[in-house]
């Protein structure tokens, strides 16, 4: 199974994602380190990424997820997923559950600014949240709750405890 922790730059998907899979005992993939150099750099310099950016980013993520399920993996994906055309590529083919880390834009800037060692800033949020199409069939959970709170509750509402 993946779990795909899906939400726009800065919604808390890595630290939660580590947490989920840590408890869980799964392996925990991050999306940003699928991003070629050219990705990283526009989006360091506060240029949102285009549909051409991501379809080559998207592709690779996909294809190892398909060859670690081929080996019986559990998978928790943190992905930004922003569109369902994303999320229909991530899943195709793949036993996926959606938790959609919701959060406000001026939290979610607060917690990017605070934040070190990333290289996507406050200036890609708002072309985030321009592309953001909201899932229907995903498990939403307020991502500005403490990052414990926010695994009990994925892993209870998700029987995954």
């Known amino acids: 199974m993946i779990l795909l922790l899906m939400g726009v730059t800065g ?6 994602g580590t947490l989920v899979a840590g408890r869980l005992g799964w392996i925990f993939l991050d999306a940003d380190d699928f991003h070629s150099a050219a990705n ?5 310099s506060g240029i949102p990424l285009n549909d051409d950016d991501r379809r080559p980013w998207l592709a690779a993520i996909h294809e190892e997820l ?14 930004s997923a922003l569109k369902q055309w994303y999320r229909e590529i ?5 036993d996926m559950k959606i938790v959609y880390l919701k ?16 290289f996507a800033g406050t200036g890609i949020l708002p ?4 592309d ?23 892993l209870g509402r998700l029987d995954l405890s």
């Open 11 to 16: 919604s808390g998907k890595t630290t939660i």
């Open 40 to 44: 990283k750099a526009k989006m360091h």
């Open 66 to 79: 398909v060859r670690r399920t081929g080996r019986a993996e559990n998978i928790v994906l943190a992905c």
């Open 90 to 94: 991530l899943s195709a083919g793949l």
């Open 103 to 118: 959060d406000t834009f001026e939290d979610l800037e607060r917690r990017i600014e605070h934040r070190q060692g990333h």
């Open 127 to 130: 072309g985030q949240f321009a």
């Open 132 to 154: 953001l199409e909201e899932p229907r069939n995903a498990l939403v959970v307020d991502a500005s709750q403490p990052p414990d709170r926010v695994v009990n509750e994925i």
